[in-house]
């Protein structure tokens, strides 16, 4: 078309000017010569301007094309650098430096604000860190710790501060219109984590050990909770008032050594508390439970259980 397509047009313009000025001077009579070949010549012209309105389409597609292209491949490059991104942040997370284990940490979380696509694969990278063993002397319950090791597990604990308060950064505040991200924590040692008002999918923290103060309060629990077997250690509070649990709540298992609230939470799947341990003051005042609550075998050292179920209005039938 691109060959052939100026002298068509021409020859087609030069035909339609001939012939439209014949015919003209043919069946009208009235029409002068200089006439004839002026109309004919706006018809012509017509051709031409047709032809010209071809091109700028045809410019203007080819114009669009190459800026898909050069937007897929920039695209491409910044997948590419993220990747690059991504994978030397997590080489850097095995340094001996805490520093820059903790710099690794920051690298990850502006890569997940920055590609929100990577958020749930940094979430994991982290909720993995913090699942690694971990023990600290003031965790402990026997045995001396000498000077370096003491300082070292100081610097880890810092780090680990450090996953924890990105992990709830990453997480959207409840109501945003944001993607429900899931967290493991199974067998991670938690101290002083705090996930109140966040917006959690799915969350997932069999055997995991809690220090100090852990809050869960004023959360929206998207997906399943599975805390089977988790266990608060040295008088630590566990704190989840106002939280909403909108899939199967499993504490079954759980070891609360300290003070435990679940006021005013609402549970609208099944909340399995089947054998759980509360050796301290223990508060389901206000809770809504709109399936089955299963309390069976439950012990509490300071609290009366039936009393706590009457306060929580807790059916009978789904005791």
């Not at 669009?64 to 030397?88: M, N, V, W």
């Amino acid at each position: 078309m691109r060959r052939y397509g100026l002298p068509a047009t021409v020859a087609l313009a030069t035909l339609v000017l001939f012939g439209v000025s014949a015919a003209l001077l043919v069946f009208d009579g009235r029409v002068n010569g200089a006439d004839a070949l002026r109309t004919g010549g706006l018809a012509a012209g017509s051709v031409v301007a047709l032809y010209a309105l071809w091109l700028n389409d045809r410019r203007r597609r080819v114009d669009e094309s190459r800026q898909q292209l050069e937007g897929a491949r920039t695209d491409l490059d910044r997948e590419r650098i993220a990747d690059e991104r991504f994978a030397r942040a997590v080489e850097l997370l095995g340094h001996e430096a805490d520093q820059v284990r903790v710099g690794a940490l920051h690298a990850l979380a502006a890569l997940a604000r920055s590609s929100p696509g990577h958020t749930q694969t940094v979430l994991d990278v982290l909720c993995s860190y913090l699942r690694r063993p971990f023990a600290h002397p003031r965790y402990a319950d026997e045995g001396e710790w000498e000077r370096d090791e003491r300082n070292a597990a100081d610097r880890e604990l810092q780090v680990r501060l450090t996953a924890q308060r990105l992990v709830t950064d990453l997480l959207p505040e409840v109501g945003a219109d944001a993607p429900a991200y899931d967290l493991d924590f199974t067998n991670a040692t938690l101290e002083y984590f705090d996930l109140s008002g966040r917006r959690v999918g799915t969350l997932v923290a069999r055997y995991a050990r809690l220090f100090h103060d852990n809050n869960l309060s004023r959360c929206d629990v998207i997906g399943p909770v599975w805390m089977t077997g988790a266990s608060t250690h040295a008088g630590g509070r566990f704190r989840c008032r106002d939280a909403v649990f909108r899939s199967r709540a499993q504490f079954a298992g759980v070891e609360f050594g300290g003070p435990v609230w679940f006021d005013r939470s609402v549970f609208h799947g099944v909340a399995d508390f089947h054998g759980a341990a509360l050796h301290s003051e223990v508060s389901f005042a206000d809770c809504r439970f709109e399936d089955v609550a299963k309390f069976a075998d439950v012990t509490c050292a300071d609290t009366d259980l039936a009393a706590l179920l009457e306060e929580a209005a807790v059916p009978p039938t789904h005791g």
